[in-house]
């Protein structure tokens, strides 16, 4: 395995820390959909060579509240949420697309970014009354995704003690959670025209040409 910095498996800069870390340095690591239609604008992966940033700054918010658990929702708000919950030292829960879990099951269905049709779903023991989860998910596009999640939650009883997030675009399904709960994003205000027109100006950088969608 090559070493951190190899360019032979990731660019350098991937690995190279800025001595002047600003809140959402790390996002210029993000890289944009060059495959067209039928792929997300970009792909956050790249930033999580260097998260732990990323978690500090999603966490600031909720350091003094009480959480008892951390949700992360299928596929990749796992690895945030994973990452988030062994830094608060909580347990972490799988919010999974339907067809994967082998127990008895809640399930939820919603409208992804995509508009695809899909449903989500928990294991039944997993929340009970009071239980105070904080959500994670990479991305909240539409925030449909964000929102069934919320219902599986609550519907059992549960608190949503927060929402967290990359990125919570100025949708309006966006708007509405951070209307309804307490939120936490990376993206600094004077950045967030960019993200919601879906053209970073950090893509240049990367000397690659882009199809967004």
Not at 9 to 18: A, E
Not at 51 to 64: G, K, R, S, V
Not at 145 to 167: D, F, N, S, W
């Amino acid at each position: 395995m090559d070493p951190p910095g190899s360019s032979r498996l990731l660019p350098r800069d991937v690995w190279r820390i800025p001595k002047t870390r600003e809140k959402g340095w790390y996002l210029a690591l993000m890289a944009p959909n060059v495959k067209g239609p039928g792929y997300c604008w970009l792909d956050p992966s790249r930033l999580y060579c260097n998260q732990q940033d990323c978690i500090t700054d999603l966490l600031q918010p909720f350091w003094e509240d009480p959480i008892d658990l951390v949700a992360g929702i299928d596929a990749m708000g796992f690895i945030l949420g994973a990452a988030i919950a062994n830094t608060l030292q909580k347990g972490f829960l799988a919010i999974r697309k339907a067809g994967h879990l082998c127990v008895e099951t809640y399930t939820q269905p919603y409208t992804d970014y995509s508009s695809r049709q899909k449903v989500m779903e928990v294991r039944t023991d997993a929340i009970t009354p009071g239980l105070r989860v904080l959500l994670v998910d990479q991305w909240i596009e539409t925030g449909g995704t964000m929102q069934a999640a919320i219902q599986l939650v609550e519907q059992r009883g549960g608190i949503v003690a927060g929402v967290a997030a990359i990125c919570i675009e100025d949708s309006e399904g966006g708007r509405w959670i951070q209307a309804q709960y307490k939120c936490s994003h990376c993206v600094p205000n004077h950045l967030m025209p960019q993200f919601n027109q879906h053209q970073l100006e950090s893509f240049s950088t990367l000397g690659m040409r882009h199809s967004l969608v």
